[in-house]
Structure formats: structure tokens, C-alpha cells
């Protein structure tokens, strides 16, 4: 999936040569659902990982499976997300 890229540690559009950088944006789109909490997009209102809620906790048992079939209907094709005992999420 093409799109426009945005740079990764504040967010603004990448431009190089006087113009937007089009390219493949599958990590951007996983990283921005992951993120997102639900009802911060008007358009889709239930997608959201709501990760920043985990942050001092544990992640529930369904969370991993609920993310893939939000990157899945976000347009990312993925066949796992796991989160590891050191709270790494690992995206396949």
C-alpha cells in the first residue's frame, strides 16, 4: 500500500527534493492503529490499539488478536502480532 510517509519522531510529512515521499506505508499504518485509541478517527471509531493504556500494565489476553484484525481492516495484510513477556509487540 502507497501513501504518504511522515517522519517517525514527530510526525510531519517527508519531503525530499522539493516534494511529498510516496512509498510503502504498511509499518506507518500498523504504528498508527497500534497507537491511536478508539474514537480518534471520525471515519472508523472503534480502530484503535489504545497501546499507551498498556504502558504500566499488562496487555489482556484478546489484545493481540483484536490489533491483527484491526491492521487487517486498516488495509495491512499481517498474520501475527504477539506481545512478549518484556512487553515487545512483534508484528508479522
Not at 25 to 37: C, D, G, S, Y
Amino acid at each position: 500500500m502507497n501513501g504518504l510517509l511522515t517522519y517517525e519522531n514527530c510526525g510531519d510529512l517527508a519531503i525530499e527534493g522539493g516534494g511529498c515521499v510516496v512509498a510503502g506505508t504498511e509499518a506507518q499504518t500498523i504504528e498508527h492503529v497500534l497507537v491511536a485509541n478508539r474514537g480518534e478517527w471520525r471515519e472508523h471509531p472503534l480502530l484503535g490499539g489504545e497501546i499507551r493504556k498498556m504502558q504500566h500494565g499488562l496487555a489482556g489476553r484478546m489484545w493481540a488478536a483484536r490489533a491483527r484484525q484491526m491492521c487487517r481492516e486498516a488495509g495491512v495484510a499481517m498474520s501475527r502480532v504477539a506481545v512478549g513477556d518484556n512487553g515487545k509487540i512483534t508484528v508479522e
